[in-house]
C-alpha cells in the first residue's frame, strides 16, 4: 500500500510468537520454526512500527529521535529484509530495490551502530530435547557405576576407570 509521503511498513507477525524486551534489543521465540531471534535496537523499533499504516519515512524519523543519529530510509528497507528473512512480518515488504547492508556501512560509517541486526538461532522442540531416563533397577544408577555403563570421570566408575565415557575395569 502506498501512501502520498510514502511506501507504508507492512503487518508484524505476532502470532506463535514469545517476545521479550530487553534493554536495546528485543527477543522474539517463534514456536512454529523453533527459532529464537534477537533484534537490535534499530530492527526492533522497525518491527514494532510494522502496522500497515506506519509509513517508511516517518518510522525513519521516529528512529532518528529515539536513537539520535540520521536514519535514511534506507535504514528501514534493510531491516525489513532481515525482518522478512526470519517470518516476522506478515506480509512481504514491497521495494522494487534493496540496499546492501555493505553499501550502508559505507554510506553510514560514523553510525553504523544505527544499522539493523538480527541474530538467530534454531533450538529443538520439546521432544528432541527429551532424554529418556534409565529404567528403576537399572544397574548404571548405581553410584560408583559398574562397567560398561556411562560416566564422565573415573570416580563414576566401580573400578576408577572412565574410558570415553564408559566404565571399563582396565
Not at 127 to 148: K, M, R, V, Y
Request: with cysteine.
Amino acid at each position: 500500500m502506498t501512501t502520498k509521503d510514502g511506501e507504508t511498513l507492512p503487518v508484524a507477525r505476532t502470532e506463535q510468537l514469545i517476545i521479550q524486551e530487553v534493554p536495546g534489543e528485543l527477543l522474539v521465540y517463534d514456536l512454529q520454526r523453533h527459532k529464537a531471534h534477537c533484534l537490535n535496537q534499530t530492527s526492533a523499533l522497525v518491527w514494532k512500527h510494522c502496522d500497515g499504516k506506519t509509513t517508511v519515512r516517518a518510522a525513519a524519523r521516529v528512529m532518528e529521535k529515539e536513537m539520535k543519529v540520521p536514519v535514511d530510509d534506507d535504514v528501514v528497507w534493510l531491516a525489513l529484509k532481515q525482518l522478512e528473512k526470519f517470518h516476522l512480518l506478515k506480509e512481504r515488504a514491497r521495494r522494487p530495490k534493496v540496499v546492501s547492508r555493505r553499501d550502508l556501512i559505507l554510506k553510514y560509517a560514523p553510525a553504523t551502530l544505527a544499522l539493523p541486526l538480527i541474530l538467530s538461532i534454531s533450538s529443538p522442540t520439546a521432544a528432541q530435547a527429551a532424554s529418556t531416563p534409565p529404567p528403576p533397577g537399572d544397574p548404571c544408577l548405581a553410584n560408583p557405576a559398574p562397567e560398561g555403563c556411562p560416566c564422565t570421570f573415573d570416580g563414576d566408575c566401580v573400578y576408577g576407570n572412565c574410558a570415553g565415557g564408559t566404565c571399563s575395569s582396565l
